[in-house]
């Protein structure tokens, strides 16, 4: 194997996991079983009907409606009228954390109890139409600083949406419990790799460990020690999909010590083992290699 190609082999982040968009049409209903995903996705449904099942719950979705899926959610769809013609926006968690600094606007990707399909009038499906386009645009030709503009068009539409649908936005809470609570997730989200515990986060933050327990499940829609859990399998299927690394080795990297409390993680979180979801990647595993007495 060349430099090149091992490189490619063992890169984690492809140039279109951090966002890209779509159109597509479908003109005969189908069904997709319940699918792993690491990013956040927008559907927008110009023509026909979809059901999503996201979280065990059903939504059903049709023209000039929107849905916003979470990376740590799992999800199926079933088209139930057609043409079925939408547009799909897919970004990394990190397109957010790193150019949206705004927590309200961020906020909208934050699931929960708070999702909800959003309605729009003619004139803003048109507007939202036009945003999907100028987003197909800049994740196809990838421009000089195409993620800057991507997340320029994004916070663009969340304005648009949070003028006209402030349900799906938290506005529940202070601006400064907002603050406070999203640097405290965006910690997390970049030092998944560390040891976290309630405790030593509430004292790098300066605030009552009760405190935060209450409004990150309250803000967030997770527990605190949930929420880590989640990112960190988020990132282990990150590993698995792109990487030729070895169970034990992407254990350490999102930050456990116990390759079994990990695979038995993965297991509870997804259905399959770590292994089984790594085939589903890579047809030739041969090089894959997996602790011999950890086998899964």
Same mark, same amino acid.
């Given at each position: 194997?060349?430099?090149?190609?091992?490189?490619?082999?063992?890169?984690?982040?492809?140039?279109?996991? #951090?966002?890209? @968009?779509?159109?597509?049409?479908?003109?005969? &209903?189908?069904?997709?079983?319940?699918?792993?995903?690491?990013?956040?996705?927008? =559907?927008?449904?110009?023509?026909?009907?979809?059901?999503?099942?996201?979280?065990?719950?059903?939504? @059903?979705?049709?023209?000039?409606?929107?849905? *916003?899926?979470?990376?740590?959610?799992?999800?199926?769809?079933?088209?139930?009228?057609?043409?079925?013609?939408?547009?799909? *926006?897919?970004?990394?968690?990190?397109?957010?954390?790193?150019?949206?600094?705004?927590?309200?606007?961020?906020?909208?990707?934050?699931?929960?109890?708070?999702?909800?399909?959003?309605?729009?009038?003619? &004139?803003?499906? &048109?507007?939202?139409?036009?945003? *999907?386009?100028? !987003? =197909?645009?800049?994740?196809?030709?990838?421009?000089?600083?195409?993620?800057?503009?991507?997340?320029?068009? !994004? #916070?663009?539409?969340?304005?648009?949406?949070?003028?006209?649908?402030?349900?799906?936005?938290?506005?529940?809470?202070?601006?400064?419990?907002?603050?406070?609570?999203?640097?405290?997730?965006?910690?997390?989200?970049?030092?998944?790799?560390?040891?976290?515990?309630?405790?030593?986060?509430?004292?790098? *933050?300066?605030?009552?460990?009760?405190?935060?327990?209450?409004?990150?499940?309250?803000?967030?829609?997770?527990?605190?020690?949930?929420?880590?859990?989640?990112?960190?399998?988020?990132?282990?299927?990150? !590993?698995?999909?792109?990487?030729?690394?070895?169970?034990?080795?992407?254990?350490?990297?999102?930050?456990?010590? &116990?390759?079994?409390?990990?695979?038995?993680?993965?297991?509870?979180?997804?259905?399959?083992?770590?292994?089984?979801?790594?085939?589903?990647?890579?047809?030739?595993?041969?090089?894959?290699?997996?602790?011999?007495?950890?086998?899964?």
């Amino acid at each position: 194997m060349n430099e090149n190609s091992h490189c490619e082999q063992n890169r984690i982040i492809r140039p279109k996991e #951090f966002a890209y @968009a779509y159109y597509n049409e479908r003109f005969h &209903n189908a069904a997709m079983t319940r699918h792993h995903h690491t990013q956040n996705e927008i =559907i927008f449904v110009k023509e026909g009907e979809c059901t999503f099942e996201i979280g065990g719950e059903p939504y @059903a979705i049709r023209k000039n409606q929107m849905i *916003f899926i979470s990376a740590l959610e799992r999800h199926s769809t079933h088209s139930i009228r057609t043409p079925y013609r939408r547009y799909v *926006f897919v970004s990394s968690m990190d397109l957010c954390s790193e150019y949206i600094s705004d927590p309200l606007m961020a906020s909208a990707f934050i699931m929960g109890s708070r999702r909800g399909i959003i309605n729009l009038t003619e &004139n803003q499906a &048109n507007q939202v139409e036009q945003y *999907f386009k100028n !987003l =197909i645009s800049e994740t196809e030709n990838q421009e000089m600083k195409w993620k800057e503009r991507c997340a320029a068009i !994004l #916070f663009e539409l969340l304005i648009l949406l949070y003028r006209n649908n402030q349900d799906m936005f938290i506005l529940d809470n202070s601006t400064q419990d907002l603050n406070i609570i999203f640097s405290i997730k965006d910690y997390i989200d970049h030092h998944y790799m560390e040891p976290l515990s309630l405790e030593t986060v509430a004292q790098t *933050f300066f605030i009552n460990k009760y405190y935060l327990s209450h409004q990150f499940k309250e803000i967030i829609g997770y527990g605190f020690k949930k929420y880590i859990q989640l990112i960190r399998i988020n990132k282990a299927k990150i !590993l698995l999909q792109n990487t030729n690394l070895s169970i034990g080795d992407i254990c350490n990297k999102i930050g456990y010590d &116990n390759i079994n409390y990990f695979i038995r993680l993965f297991k509870e979180k997804e259905e399959i083992t770590p292994y089984q979801y790594h085939k589903m990647y890579f047809k030739n595993t041969e090089s894959y290699s997996i602790t011999p007495s950890k086998r899964t």
